[in-house]
């Protein structure tokens, strides 16, 4: 059993849609920049996962034509896709290559472009069940309008406190050259802006967007000849919940997630997560889960998710910044999405993160979110090895 | 430390399941946890491996997952055969993620027009419209290569008498008759070279097998199959770049799996074979490519009886792929019978004292990726 470290990573500048570039040149511009940000030749790498969620891009089983031009031939390549989640489970499935002892050096891919399908919501309403979901509409957004308003009914969260964490992701964004949406939003143009799913508007949703992200991995023994900073991977957990919806015993807090948290928190030794947790890139596609993330990671009592955005504690230069990067509110390639979280949270661990570096960044968290909050991956990131 | 097998569930193969795709997964997992006289709490993770859009949605693990008793288990899916799946659960166990895992294929093809979705699989550029679908690539391929090899359908049409033959032993077939040469050979064209009877059905169905770890193997299982090898390999999407009469990533991920068995003569070492055998003719180049004869030798092997029940290295005595194609699960289904053959469970198609198996598949166009597991009692 090895420990691992994430050792470079290379991400592409996140659009609408790439009309410049075919699916393969965009996975390559990201595998080219985790060789270059790790200065490794492809030929070092030993194994490739890759992921990536059907079918947005139009192509079934994307990988097989992106995976080549990402540094797959002729090489052991693995395939993910756990829906949202892909990004981090094909980070997960990387970190097993090596830790297994397998492999010295992996590297993840992920790529999505959104923008070469329709109608996302369409498509991802194929997702629920035909008998009793499907009929009725239910997308992606679901996710996020329904735990919204169990919230303010539950606990009496305000539009306004969910309309903070649009307005920090944006602000942050700010800081990010490979963001999606760079711009900055009040909380007046955030609750101005069209409903999309009551309670939730055009501003609290997450884009969509085409881009690819890479990360390199490696073994204890060879982590620190490629640099003098890995980000270790000291804790790893992935839970399933059910499928339905209405199974769920209460969507605003009770899910899975902070069942997966407790996991990591165990595992790792860690007491007080707002305190030993210097940043977080949380896979948050809507207001209303910074809410119930926060609240289900232990960052602030039960129900107190708004106050934690009012206070500042998890905006830049507060205890605990969260998406520094901007988040899936501001980038949202759906299968690569996780595994930028995770990029983000290395990236922040290497001290490479420029504009958007939260100071002494020692121990990083991440996390994917796939299915309609059915899937959780998350991972903790640290300076030292655990 | 080592992997071991420690139970092993599948359904029988179908045209068209009756029930829900999900309600098949339970099925799959509980004969496996039975197999292992297990339950589902004792499973650290499940495995899932499948493929999208198969049943007309995305991401189909939504349902399959909990249907496998993920809910709140650890949980990954490898969007490809199900043999991949073995891969990462092997690798999960040795890095110490978890100790024992539920790898879970259902394979469920009568859901949905499998042509069209194959042509979607690629690039819109060069390929899809040529209205290519991956059953016609594979046709192409077996064309190139028995015209390089001077392959005669004879040969080919022995290959689906031996595996058919097979499958007559076999409870969980889908296509359970024999057939004869000259019934072969008169079947019609399915995609010109390859005849009906010369390539696999689509089928309803699924698998699963337990991996644990060498302590938590040996704590629920008196005789553990061991993991010995696994290989795996891919190769350029585009097939015009590749010489298609081999399969090369089949032949790179036996190199792998064979290095870390420690087989240097496979043919001697090995006991019995489940190989893809999506058509006859990728059956003869499988066993070219895994080293069982020489490039062009596999018409010989087959006709000659090596691979046929009390040849040398028995090749699909379950009766194959070209006898049960459960779509995701078949390849992984290659694993459950060498676990089987290995565990002498195999009644009715038993290779005697098998100690080493082979279990082999292939995915994407014109066999673009390859994986392999090599199994010890």
């Known amino acids: 059993m090895k420990r691992v470290a994430i050792v470079g990573v290379g991400q592409t500048k996140f659009v609408s849609q790439r009309r410049d570039a075919i699916h393969p040149e965009v996975a390559n511009e990201a595998a080219r920049a985790a060789l270059d940000d790790a200065r490794l030749d492809i030929d070092q790498i030993g194994a490739l996962t890759v992921g990536v969620m059907d079918p947005f891009d139009g192509v079934d089983c994307c990988d097989r034509w992106f995976c080549g031009a990402a540094g797959g031939y002729n090489k052991p390549v693995v395939r993910i896709n756990t829906a949202g989640a892909t990004g981090m489970s094909t980070v997960i499935a990387a970190y097993e290559h090596v830790a297994s002892g397998m492999f010295e050096i992996v590297m993840a891919v992920a790529e999505q472009r959104v923008g070469e399908c329709q109608d996302a919501q369409t498509l991802l309403n194929t997702c629920t069940c035909p008998y009793h979901e499907r009929a009725m509409g239910v997308a992606a957004i679901s996710l996020g309008s329904l735990p919204a308003t169990r919230h303010m009914h539950r606990y009496g969260s305000t539009h306004e406190q969910r309309a903070l964490a649009a307005v920090k992701a944006h602000r942050h964004a700010m800081n990010n050259p490979f963001a999606h949406l760079r711009f900055e939003v009040t909380v007046d143009d955030v609750l101005g802006s069209p409903i999309i799913e009551w309670p939730l508007h055009l501003l609290e949703c997450c884009p969509r967007s085409d881009g690819a992200v890479a990360l390199v991995l490696a073994s204890e023994d060879v982590a620190k000849t490629i640099t003098d900073r890995p980000a270790w991977i000291n804790g790893v957990v992935s839970i399933a919940d059910g499928c339905f919806f209405g199974d769920r015993p209460d969507i605003a807090y009770r899910d899975a997630l902070a069942i997966a948290a407790h996991r990591l928190y165990d595992r790792c030794g860690i007491k007080d997560p707002l305190r030993e947790i210097d940043v977080a890139e949380l896979y948050i596609p809507f207001t209303s889960l910074e809410l119930t993330q926060t609240e289900a990671y232990g960052f602030c009592p039960e129900g107190r998710g708004g106050e934690l955005l009012e206070e500042g504690v998890t905006w830049m230069g507060g205890e605990l910044p969260i998406n520094p990067s901007g988040g899936v509110l501001c980038t949202n390639p759906i299968g690569a999405t996780a595994a930028v979280r995770a990029a983000e949270a290395a990236i922040q661990i290497m001290g490479k993160g420029g504009m958007r570096q939260v100071p002494n960044a020692e121990t990083a968290l991440a996390s994917g979110l796939g299915g309609m909050l059915q899937f959780h991956t998350i991972m903790l990131l640290g300076a030292e090895p655990r | ?377």
């Open chain 2, 1 to 377: 430390m080592r992997v071991g097998i420690i139970g092993v569930g599948q359904v029988r193969s179908q045209a068209a399941k009756k029930d829900v795709f999900s309600d098949q997964t339970t099925r799959i997992a509980k004969d496996a946890l039975r197999d292992a006289a297990l339950e589902i709490g004792d499973m650290d993770r499940i495995v899932l491996g499948e493929y999208d859009l198969v049943t007309g949605r995305t991401a189909e693990h939504m349902y399959t997952t909990p249907a496998a008793g993920g809910f709140l288990k650890d949980e990954i899916r490898i969007n490809d055969d199900g043999l991949f799946a073995i891969a990462q659960a092997y690798m999960g166990i040795l890095a110490g993620h978890c100790e024992i895992a539920l790898v879970i294929s259902t394979g469920i093809a009568s859901e949905g027009p499998q042509e069209l979705i194959t042509n979607m699989r690629l690039s819109p550029f060069h390929h899809r419209s040529l209205g290519l679908h991956e059953k016609l690539a594979l046709a192409m391929q077996a064309h190139q290569y028995r015209g390089r090899h001077r392959i005669t359908e004879r040969q080919s049409a022995a290959v689906a008498v031996k595996n058919r033959s097979n499958a007559m032993g076999n409870p969980c077939a889908h296509l359970r008759r024999k057939v004869t040469e000259g019934r072969v050979l008169e079947s019609p064209f399915d995609c010109w070279p390859v005849r009906k009877l010369e390539r696999a059905p689509w089928s309803d169905g699924g698998c699963a097998l337990i991996l644990a770890s060498e302590p938590v193997a040996r704590r629920y299982c008196p005789t553990p199959v061991w993991i010995a090898g696994v290989g795996w390999s891919n190769e350029t999407y585009y097939m015009e770049d590749r010489d298609l009469t081999e399969l090369s990533a089949v032949r790179r991920a036996g190199e792998m799996a064979y290095r870390m068995a420690g087989i240097r003569e496979p043919m001697k070492e090995l006991d019995v074979a489940e190989l893809y055998d999506v058509t006859t003719y990728h059956e003869l180049m499988a066993c070219e490519a895994l080293g069982f004869c020489a490039p062009g030798g596999g018409g010989r092997l087959v006709e000659e009886g090596v691979t046929s029940m009390g040849g040398a290295v028995p090749v699909n005595p379950s009766g194959g792929v070209l006898s049960s194609n459960p779509l995701s699960a078949s390849g992984l289904a290659r694993l459950v019978e060498c676990v089987l053959q290995l565990r002498s469970r195999a009644e009715g198609r038993q290779v005697p004292s098998a100690e080493t198996g082979l279990a082999q598949s292939i995915s994407g166009y014109a066999a673009q990726r390859a994986c392999i597991v090599i199994v010890r009692r």
